[in-house]
């Protein structure tokens, strides 16, 4: 087995710093669409989990906590 064809580490982490600007923009926004997506599931997960709860309660309890109740 010859070692010739492999790619050096150091050539593959200069490929993910000489992205195009354009190639970062859209992956930070498609990162961002995915939090929010994620975020989104989350709470509708609570809302809709074993035990239905209505959407404004979810907001309600992840808004306005109250330690003492």
């Known amino acids: 087995m010859s070692n ?3 790619t050096p ?3 593959i982490e200069a490929a993910g710093r000489a992205a195009p600007p354009v190639a970062r923009a859209r992956r930070r926004v498609g ?3 995915l939090v ?3 975020a ?3 709470v509708l997960g609570i809302a809709v989990g074993a035990n239905p709860v209505p ?3 979810v907001w309600t309890a992840l ?3 109250d ?3």
């Open 4 to 6: 010739d064809t492999l």
């Open 9 to 11: 580490p150091a050539a």
């Open 31 to 33: 990162v961002v669409c």
């Open 36 to 38: 929010v997506l994620l």
């Open 40 to 42: 989104g599931l989350v």
């Open 55 to 57: 959407l404004n309660a």
């Open 63 to 65: 808004t306005r906590f």
């Open 67 to 69: 330690p003492s109740t």
